[in-house]
């Protein structure tokens, strides 16, 4: 399986120098949930074995989760709880919503317990990020826990992201080097799936830009936002009647970074390497929907 589709997505460099190349789509776009639900049908027509959704507990996974219950598609949700020594939840502020939607919707999900703290201590945090050149101490657990399911795997990664630039005041599609860390993940550990579900095909990319909240988030319809965060429900509601919640975004690890372990040498090195591994690729939002939706065209005149 392809980690994105026709490998439309392509990162290069480190810090600084990270850049990402954006390929434009080969047809007219729809809805970003028609061309989600479209996304859901080549995943599953690729899938092998059981098709497993790292599920955090977050809108985004939520959401990816309801379109393939919607499809009527045997999607396994996979929750990881996130223990101290002592066995205490670090996460369980965010996977709490993980488990009752799967309990409001008669699903038994897979839950796979990981101590923390001991993969801290072991080293394995530390090797994982090094191995993939990950600055965020946040992810090296989700991608172990990609490697701890048989089948395909999926997860309910950001969808296409978007940030205001205070100094001049526009806006910014933002391809993080941090985030395009998983595909290393995924290629080096031979993790079948992908990581990047909810931008895995360029028409999703587009149709997520071109979503009416989007277009007016750009345009400053929406006085006080500084990214998409906070108006990525109103895409996620547009067209599919889930009537999802806002809520505050969360990575689950609120709770460690107010821990001891946060203090250990490992998570303080990996944290360290956001000066070479933090890199942001930003393409002006109009500037950038103008040239996909130009280079959609092109491929329509010469098709």
Not at 104 to 131: C, M, R, W, Y
Not at 191 to 206: A, K
Not at 215 to 232: D, I, M, R, W, Y
Request: aromatic content about 12%; overall charge negative.
């Amino acid at each position: 399986m392809q980690l994105v589709d026709n490998n439309y997505l392509r990162g290069s460099g480190h810090g600084d120098t990270w850049n990402v190349e954006i390929d434009p789509p080969r047809r007219a776009v729809k809805s970003y949930y028609e061309e989600t639900i479209i996304a859901a049908e080549m995943i599953w027509a690729q899938k092998q074995g059981k098709l497993n959704l790292l599920y955090s507990g977050g809108l985004d996974s939520e959401y990816v989760l309801s379109v393939f219950l919607r499809l009527g598609m045997d999607i396994q949700p996979v929750i990881m709880n996130i223990r101290s020594h002592d066995g205490s939840v670090y996460n369980l502020h965010e996977s709490k919503y993980a488990f009752k939607f799967c309990d409001q919707h008669g699903i038994t999900p897979t839950v796979i317990d990981l101590n923390f703290d001991k993969f801290v201590e072991s080293g394995e945090l530390l090797s994982i990020a090094e191995s993939v050149q990950c600055a965020a101490y946040q992810l090296p657990a989700s991608m172990w826990l990609a490697s701890q399911v048989d089948g395909t795997v999926i997860t309910g990664n950001d969808p296409p992201h978007m940030k205001l630039n205070v100094k001049d005041r526009l806006w910014y599609l933002d391809e993080e080097e941090i985030i395009h860390s998983q595909f290393k993940y995924f290629k080096k550990y031979n993790v079948y799936g992908t990581p990047f579900f909810l931008s895995y095909t360029p028409e999703q990319m587009l149709s997520f830009l071109l979503d009416p909240t989007m277009e007016a988030l750009a345009n400053h319809k929406f006085p006080g936002k500084v990214g998409t965060n906070s108006t990525k429900v109103d895409v996620f509601n547009n067209g599919t009647g889930f009537n999802l919640e806002q809520r505050v975004k969360q990575h689950g690890y609120e709770k460690v970074a107010k821990s001891p372990i946060f203090n250990h040498p490992d998570i303080q090195t990996v944290v360290s390497r956001k000066d070479r591994w933090l890199g942001t690729s930003d393409h002006q939002y109009h500037q950038v929907v103008a040239r996909l939706s130009a280079g959609l065209m092109s491929k329509v005149l010469t098709d």
